[in-house]
């Protein structure tokens, strides 16, 4: 199994289309928190995302974003009429509560768009290639791979719908690659066996089909 931190340094050092400088640099910041680098940052990003997953069991997406919507405008109305009573109460002049963000730029500009671009452009192409790879079968080896991927995939999703695959992912993305790196060794000699197997399964494959036979020198 490869580390996630070894594939974040080959995905920022790769000379592809993408940016230069820093290809793909979201990469590595998901990989700081998949594996906790941040442990405030981690468990807010954790605890969000399972509580949107989950919230989208009961509710759709327009109902949740209604609902979030109307929770956050309350609460801001409620905190501008409270300030307001206080600074009646208090003959204050305080101002607005919210001043400070009222005035806060948020636009994005355009060097922030051209990056935000590029990275996603990174991953576009990526994912482009292989996915090109894969189903003009250039290695017959692995377009069969993954045809039993897809195979697998369609029981996968015969037993469980879009959103509960999409908890289940989200759970094992803040969990396996931590097990991973706590107990590397002992998981890389499993995989490693199992890495083996599958070799001589394909080795055999190649030796019986003519297709996937390699030419002779």
Not at 56 to 71: D, E, N, R
Not at 87 to 94: E, F, L, M, R, T
Not at 180 to 207: P, R
Request: some cysteine; overall charge neutral.
């Amino acid at each position: 199994m490869e580390d996630l931190n070894q594939l974040a340094s080959a995905v920022s050092s790769s000379n592809g289309d993408g940016p230069k400088t820093s290809s793909c640099p979201l990469f590595s910041k998901v990989v700081d928190l998949v594996y906790w680098k941040d442990l405030k940052k981690s468990g807010i990003v954790f605890g969000a995302g399972l509580v949107l997953l989950f919230s989208l069991v009961f509710y759709t997406v327009l109902s949740l974003v209604a609902y979030v919507s109307l929770l956050a405008l309350a609460v801001t109305i409620s905190f501008r009429i409270y300030k307001n009573i206080l600074a009646a109460v208090q003959k204050s002049q305080d101002g607005h509560p919210f001043k400070e963000y009222l005035e806060k730029d948020i636009e994005v500009s355009k060097g922030r768009a051209h990056h935000i671009a590029d990275t996603i452009i990174c991953y576009v192409n990526k994912i482009a290639a292989e996915l090109r790879r894969l189903f003009l079968a250039e290695d017959l080896v692995d377009s069969i791979k993954f045809g039993i991927l897809l195979w697998l995939a369609t029981y996968i999703g015969a037993w469980f719908n879009g959103l509960t695959l999409a908890i289940l992912a989200f759970v094992a993305a803040f969990t396996f690659p931590k097990v991973y790196e706590t107990h590397k060794e002992q998981i890389d000699g499993y995989v490693k066996i199992a890495h083996d197997k599958i070799n001589e399964f394909v080795d055999l494959a190649k030796s019986k089909v003519p297709g996937l036979k390699p030419k002779e020198q």
